[in-house]
């Protein structure tokens, strides 16, 4: 028999920084994000939100100890270690506990959390910049090596419970998600290296976007047509789209 779909409750898209980039990275990202930083918790008060002006937090940051950091998610549930055993049953496993929740790595070793959920219900409304620009951090995107993809895209889909559904290009694959969610979640097949995520920014104009980013310090890496590959201060990539910020959706998908 397997396993049923485990209850989400909210998502949160995490950046992970080296202790020497923290405050640094924490600085460029609350500012691209338009948000205060909330005050630090955890045992070594390395945890952190992005605190938006409206709605529930949907973005935190954490600072580690060792490693070059990175992008991971964490799922906000009723029921941690449940959650857990159920991602477990699925090829998930466990790597760590905090007093956050637990850490896990996906069958391809995506990094994730079960975390307790805290009444977060809120979306956030996008940001409102000079110029009229207007745009949200709203995904994570799993790169995942093809070799591993289809597997990939098998355990998100049993563990949410959501629909795969194509995207903008064959090399995609978004999770068809409630509308309550904050964070989308899109999965793309890499022709080589190892599995890793990156957050997308949806942009009603993102010309003007990349150039705010630009005077924050971040660099193009390359355009894609209807996306741009950024590299923030510190070389961490990040994607700026041409996707609605309200739907999530590209202009001429509806």
Same mark, same amino acid.
């Given at each position: 028999?397997?396993?049923?779909?485990?209850?989400?409750?909210?998502l949160?898209?995490?950046? #992970?920084?080296?202790?020497d980039d923290?405050?640094?990275?924490?600085?460029?990202?609350?500012?691209?994000?338009?948000?205060?930083?909330?005050?630090?918790?955890?045992?070594?008060?390395?945890?952190?939100?992005?605190?938006p002006?409206?709605?529930?937090?949907?973005l935190?940051?954490?600072?580690?100890?060792?490693g070059?950091?990175?992008?991971?998610?964490?799922?906000?549930?009723?029921?941690?270690?449940?959650a857990?055993?159920?991602?477990?049953?699925?090829g998930a496993?466990?790597?760590?506990?905090?007093?956050?929740?637990?850490?896990?790595?996906?069958?391809?070793?995506?990094?994730f959390?079960?975390?307790?959920?805290?009444?977060?219900?809120?979306?956030?409304?996008?940001?409102?910049?000079?110029?009229d620009?207007?745009?949200?951090?709203d995904?994570?995107?799993?790169?995942?090596p093809?070799?591993?993809f289809?597997?990939?895209?098998?355990?998100?889909?049993?563990?949410?419970?959501?629909?795969?559904?194509?995207?903008?290009?064959?090399?995609?694959?978004?999770?068809?998600?409630?509308?309550?969610?904050?964070?989308?979640?899109?999965?793309?097949?890499?022709?080589?290296?190892?599995v890793?995520?990156?957050?997308?920014?949806?942009?009603?104009?993102?010309?003007?976007?990349?150039?705010?980013?630009?005077?924050?310090?971040a660099?193009?890496?390359?355009?894609?047509?209807?996306?741009?590959?950024?590299? #923030?201060p510190?070389?961490?990539?990040?994607?700026?789209?041409?996707?609605?910020?309200?739907?999530?959706?590209?202009?001429?998908?509806?």
């Amino acid at each position: 028999m397997s396993a049923a779909p485990i209850e989400i409750r909210w998502l949160s898209a995490v950046f #992970d920084f080296p202790a020497d980039d923290f405050g640094d990275e924490v600085t460029f990202w609350r500012a691209i994000a338009g948000s205060t930083v909330s005050p630090p918790r955890g045992d070594r008060r390395q945890f952190a939100s992005l605190e938006p002006f409206t709605g529930d937090p949907h973005l935190r940051v954490q600072r580690v100890e060792t490693g070059v950091g990175g992008v991971h998610l964490d799922i906000h549930v009723d029921d941690v270690d449940d959650a857990a055993t159920v991602a477990e049953s699925l090829g998930a496993r466990r790597t760590g506990q905090t007093p956050d929740g637990v850490e896990m790595q996906s069958p391809a070793g995506f990094t994730f959390s079960m975390v307790p959920w805290n009444g977060e219900h809120e979306r956030s409304r996008p940001i409102r910049w000079p110029g009229d620009t207007i745009s949200i951090i709203d995904q994570i995107c799993v790169d995942v090596p093809s070799r591993r993809f289809d597997e990939e895209c098998t355990f998100f889909t049993r563990l949410t419970g959501w629909e795969l559904e194509s995207a903008s290009r064959p090399e995609f694959r978004a999770l068809h998600h409630p509308e309550s969610m904050p964070i989308r979640i899109l999965l793309q097949r890499m022709t080589s290296g190892s599995v890793g995520a990156h957050v997308d920014l949806a942009s009603t104009h993102p010309a003007d976007e990349v150039s705010r980013h630009e005077d924050w310090g971040a660099e193009v890496v390359s355009q894609h047509g209807t996306w741009t590959v950024m590299a #923030d201060p510190t070389g961490r990539p990040y994607c700026i789209t041409a996707r609605n910020p309200r739907t999530g959706r590209l202009p001429d998908a509806g």
